[in-house]
């Protein structure tokens, strides 16, 4: 059983799902329509009303995770919480308001997810499709072929600040109308030719407001009844013959999502049209469900991130046999360790093998480089602060351990560094080795035996130690070294 929440621009949201027969059964939802992106002021800092507004919504969900015997939890915040200036200062208090940690995700790993939950709620398994998910903050657009994606994209435009702009106060005219169109427009024209009508077949909407959009047209028999352009552009009259958005009654449209639905309805519009979409289905699935979908996947030894790596290695021609040496050294040393959790033994073994990405860009520095590369770079399945996790690690490989500053005060994550620098010490020095046969303590010390024939016919192994007793001499910790017979 597992929980997935979002915490989107216009709503909070939870789904708590179990596999069954092959599909995940939705146990209990929840919502709230709290409009976080609407919190933000004109300096682009969450207003403390927002916040507190936010942390009440999050103590409720946190209850009703409560009653739940869940395997894992995954609490994934777009784009409100993406551009938030004082995200970092609200993150702490949200996370302990809902008990547990809070992944900022990259609008394509928002893309990725989305995809995910409208695949596995499709039958069509190998259809080339286009996948249009419009939200509070951010527009997604996915192309696919069955479950395997093809290209994402995020746009910095949502209904929240598209509402907002042309639709100030509620009001509804043609001019406004046709100026958010021709807005929404302009964001997509130069992606366009990648999702050209040749590359798909049939085209899905996947969030709240595209199935209110849908709900509205069927229900109150606009135009010919589907998410025609037709219909749509039948669907902006009826909005403009209103005038006012506390004015529309329309079956399908809550009073206090006519705003969203404008904005919202101008979005989709403007990229129906630049992007030659004659139509486009809507689908009750997105994010949540992708979510369930991830974390069902991580549970059956078939995580995304695995994935991931292989092809960030492959992109930057990282020797794969020095990779997994490093990767597979490591491992077993920080194992040796006897670290108090198994929490970043996944991260190391990633570090390990993107330790060398860097040399893509120089030799000179590489560790610095493959830093910036990890943290970067878009890694579908790995959320921000996983990156930074893994690019501390491949920053810390080599050289100084002072730019660490405080992180070495965590003992796992500082034997998790010892394990990492004494993985890529062998690599240099060609010990090709079984690492089982070191012998490796680290307390208030640390405490190395090696063979003793290893000094012997690897003669810059001992320059390397000498190096890294130094290292860690200069942040306070004491190296003992011996060999054994």
Excluded at 192 to 211: E, F, H, Q, V
Excluded at 282 to 290: E, F, I, P, Q
Excluded at 330 to 337: I, K, N, P, Q, R
Aim: hydrophobic share 45%.
């Amino acid at each position: 059983m597992f929980a997935a929440v979002d915490l989107g621009s216009n709503s909070f949201r939870l789904h708590i799902g179990k596999q069954e027969d092959g599909q995940i059964r939705i146990l209990k939802s929840a919502r709230d329509p709290i409009r976080l992106g609407a919190g933000l002021d004109a300096e682009g800092n969450l207003t403390e009303q927002a916040m507190r507004t936010a942390l009440e919504s999050l103590k409720g969900f946190r209850t009703i995770l409560g009653a739940y015997p869940l395997q894992a939890v995954r609490v994934v915040a777009t784009n409100t919480l993406r551009v938030a200036k004082n995200a970092a200062a609200f993150l702490p208090r949200a996370e302990a308001a809902i008990g547990h940690p809070i992944e900022v995700i990259s609008g394509e790993e928002e893309g990725r997810l989305i995809y995910m939950g409208v695949a596995c709620a499709l039958a069509q398994q190998d259809e080339p499709r286009l996948v249009i998910d419009i939200g509070g903050g951010s527009t997604e657009l996915i192309l696919g072929d069955g479950a395997q994606i093809r290209h994402v994209e995020s746009f910095s435009i949502g209904t929240v600040p598209h509402s907002r702009s042309f639709f100030p106060g509620g009001r509804i005219d043609a001019a406004s109308f046709d100026a958010a169109v021709l807005s929404a427009r302009s964001q997509f024209e130069d992606a366009a030719p990648l999702y050209d009508p040749k590359l798909w077949t049939a085209a899905y909407g996947s969030s709240g407001t595209i199935r209110a959009i849908a709900e509205a047209i069927a229900k109150n028999g606009i135009g010919d009844g589907t998410m025609s352009q037709k219909s749509l552009d039948a669907l902006r009259k009826r909005l403009i013959a209103f005038g006012d958005a506390a004015k529309v009654e329309l079956a399908g449209i809550k009073p206090e999502r006519v705003n969203a639905v404008a904005g919202g309805l101008a979005i989709l519009i403007g990229v129906m049209r630049e992007l030659r979409v004659p139509a486009i289905g809507a689908v009750d699935a997105g994010l949540r469900m992708g979510v369930l979908w991830d974390l069902q996947l991580r549970a059956s030894q078939r995580d995304r991130r695995e994935q991931s790596v292989q092809e960030f290695l492959q992109r930057f021609h990282v020797s794969g046999s020095r990779a997994l040496q490093v990767a597979r050294a490591a491992a077993a040393l920080y194992g040796s360790l006897k670290p108090t959790s198994d929490a970043l033994v996944k991260y190391l073994y990633w570090g390990g093998q993107l330790h060398e990405v860097g040399l893509a860009v120089s030799h000179t520095g590489y560790h610095k480089h493959g830093a910036y590369l990890v943290e970067n770079a878009d890694l579908p399945g790995f959320t921000t602060r996983e990156q930074r996790l893994m690019s501390a690690l491949v920053l810390a490989q080599k050289g100084n351990l002072r730019k660490l500053g405080d992180a070495l005060a965590d003992p796992d994550f500082a034997k998790a560094v010892l394990a990492l620098r004494l993985a890529t010490i062998f690599l240099h020095a060609r010990i090709d080795d079984d690492p089982g046969a070191v012998r490796l303590k680290m307390k208030s010390r640390i405490e190395l035996e090696l063979p003793g024939d290893w000094l012997d016919q690897h003669p810059t192994l001992s320059y390397w130690i000498d190096k890294e007793r130094g290292w860690w001499g200069e942040v306070g910790v004491e190296m003992g070294v011996r060999t054994c017979p």
